[in-house]
């Protein structure tokens, strides 16, 4: 089974802080994405890596940066926290190919910041 | 403009009957593909079922199926049989082969209540 294990469930943290959000897959996948899930809007991208060190912009990367130093790891950066960063994170991974590209999630981090 | 619609915000069914969620898409690209996830209460997004847009027939996995009316643009999840553990929130979810890179792109979501 495909496992994308994100550090965190739940994590609270206070306006102006660095916060990191690690996810670590095991299937060796190529691509790796970071969405923020918020009720009525349903998944937004934030960032996606195809690569090791390759990332590129989703939809809403505002305030977030990103690292992929190896593979299995892509980690979320939030520079600077807001409290309109608070939401619910979800790490996914996928191959690379045209069947499907299934994509496969973590059980997501739940941030407050106070 | 939305490309993924999905205008129920929530559903109710009675276990054991069948239940149909729907899902408008809009597309310019002929080669696309339609998923559907399920995210139960635990947090986890769980693959459901994927549809070509080149498929002649449609999807089933198990219980779930997916009604492709490609000429309407819509991509329904069938759940035949309702199960209590059938509650959750349902995604639909598109991803544009040619045009779309890497992206997936989701719906609002359906919330899903089986009554017993």
């Known amino acids: 089974d495909v496992k994308v294990t994100q550090s965190s469930r739940y994590l609270v943290k206070r306006t102006g802080e660095k916060v990191f959000l690690e996810c670590v897959q095991d299937?060796?996948?190529?691509?790796m994405f970071w969405y923020r899930q918020d009720p009525g809007l349903g998944l937004r991208l934030i960032y996606f890596?195809?690569?090791?060190?390759?990332?590129e912009k989703g939809d809403i990367p505002e305030g977030y940066s990103v690292s992929r130093e190896k593979k299995e790891r892509f980690s979320l950066i939030l520079e600077s926290a807001s409290t309109n960063q608070t939401s619910m994170y979800l790490c996914?991974?996928?191959?690379?190919?045209?069947?499907?590209?299934?994509?496969?999630f973590g059980a997501g981090t739940r941030l407050s910041v106070l | 403009a939305q490309k993924i619609t999905q205008t129920q915000p929530g559903m109710f069914v009675q276990e054991k009957e069948a239940v149909t969620l729907d899902c408008t898409y809009d597309?310019?690209?002929?080669?696309?593909?339609l998923f559907w996830y399920k995210q139960p209460s635990s947090g986890e997004m769980i693959f459901l079922i994927y549809?070509?847009?080149?498929?002649?027939q449609n999807a089933t996995e198990g219980r779930y199926s997916l009604n492709f009316q490609k000429a309407r643009k819509s991509a329904n999840l069938v759940i035949s049989a309702s199960q209590l553990g059938d509650s959750a929130m349902y995604f639909c979810?598109?991803?544009?082969?040619?045009?779309?890179?890497?992206?997936?792109?989701f719906g609002a979501g359906t919330r899903l209540f089986v009554k017993a």
């Open positions: 996914a991974s996928s191959l690379v190919g045209l069947a499907g590209n299934i994509q496969y």
């Open positions: 299937m060796d996948h190529e691509n």
């Open positions: 890596s195809y690569d090791v060190k390759m990332k």
């Open positions: 597309t310019s690209d002929p080669s696309y593909g």
């Open positions: 549809q070509g847009s080149y498929d002649q």
């Open positions: 979810a598109m991803r544009e082969l040619n045009t779309g890179g890497f992206k997936t792109i």
